[in-house]
């Protein structure tokens, strides 16, 4: 399928399309820097706009094309629930409720969006979907469940079919272990701590051979040991390793562009995930069965017969019915099948005969 990628960032989206065998063609964002990184590692057509504001050369809908949006969340994050303000918070929804509606108008068939899963956000699409039943649905997944190495609570609203096949996917669990040992990559430290305490103020730690906390925008998380003690922080690659991009993706330089760029992504397993969900739902509605017509066998009807000619076949049946009951009537002889016992006889005889000539 082709892909139009918007709010593409870092290209995470875009990523988890082209590994399953996607072409991005297309993507859109306001900030210039990862936009220029996002062509070099996609190939697409880049285009510098804001959503809402600028016009974007947005395609009409065809056949095989999905369009993702990845409108921005952190106003509406929870982790954020106490330093956005009203105007950022009702920004950040009216920019969601663009990328609906827009899918809706333009008829996409096949389109994603993905955000924050709070109740701000479910209540904005829930009355999107209850405007349009048969072309938006959600559900709340956490990318850990699809093989991300790390955390992430999101919400995905596409087609009806495309979000049930996307819960109907099994789940694939990949631990930190297993990510830093597939991109090659030594493992720091036993465990990781994230920037937030559990109860009784003890640090949260996870170990590696689980997936991790979820990456965030502001800050990088930890590697520590089992008490939580600080070893140092994790770089950009292997927060990108976390979240699942490919070794050699590029990323803006320097630590805290990298780490937002990183934090601000959708995870690329998800990604995957998603796509597999659409392409599934698009080959499904092309290989709908279609129930064959058989056809009728057509039984060839004989000329009929003049009357005459029917006449004189039944004669000729009669005559071999006749001669037929002659037969039968001189097998059986006098007293009742003689003729038939006698040959017996005689053939029982000729074998006793043989008998006593051998000996």
């Known amino acids: 399928m082709d892909v139009v ?118 209540r904005l699409v829930d009355e999107v979907a209850a405007r349009h039943p048969s072309a938006v649905a959600h559900t709340t997944v956490d990318a850990a469940d699809y093989g991300a190495p790390s955390c992430r609570l999101r919400l995905i609203a596409s087609t009806p079919a495309t979000i049930r096949r996307l819960k109907e996917q099994p789940v694939r669990r990949a631990s930190v272990a297993d990510a830093f040992a597939a ?25 590696v051979r689980q997936p991790s906390f979820c990456v965030t925008a502001s800050h990088p998380l930890t590697w520590c ?22 070794s050699g993706w590029q990323l803006p ?16 397993p998800l990604a995957a995930a998603i796509m597999r969900a659409a392409i599934g739902e698009r080959e499904g509605a092309e290989q709908d069965p279609v129930v064959p017509v058989v056809p009728v066998p057509v039984v060839p009807v004989p000329a009929e017969r003049p009357l005459a000619d029917e006449r004189a076949l039944l004669r000729r049946a009669l005559r071999r019915l006749e001669r037929r009951v002659l037969v039968l009537e001189r097998r059986s002889g006098p007293g009742g099948g003689g003729v038939e016992r006698e040959g017996t006889a005689s053939r029982a005889g000729k074998r006793v005969t043989a008998t006593k000539r051998k000996r």
């Open 225 to 246: 040991d089992r008490a939580g003690a600080t070893v140092r922080c994790l770089t950009v690659a292997e927060s990108a390793c976390l979240m699942g991009f490919p």
């Open 5 to 122: 990628d918007a709010f593409c960032g870092a290209g995470g989206f875009s990523a988890g399309a082209m590994a399953v065998g996607c072409r991005v063609t297309t993507g859109v964002d306001r900030d210039s820097v990862p936009l220029k990184l996002w062509a070099a590692n996609t190939g697409g057509r880049a285009v510098n706009a804001t959503i809402g504001r600028d016009p974007v050369p947005w395609p009409d809908a065809r056949p095989g094309l999905h369009v993702h949006f990845s409108p921005e969340c952190t106003p509406l994050s929870k982790a954020r629930s106490g330093g956005a303000s009203r105007g950022e918070v009702d920004a950040a929804l009216d920019a969601v409720r663009a990328c609906l509606e827009l899918a809706v108008r333009k008829g996409y068939e096949s389109w994603s969006l993905e955000n924050v899963g709070t109740p701000a956000v479910v």
């Open 253 to 268: 330089a320097g630590s805290r562009a990298g780490t937002r760029a990183v934090g601000n992504a959708v995870p690329v």
């Open 183 to 207: 991109a090659g990559l030594p493992l720091p430290a036993e465990h990781v701590r994230s920037n937030t305490t559990g109860r009784g103020g003890a640090p949260s730690v996870r170990s």
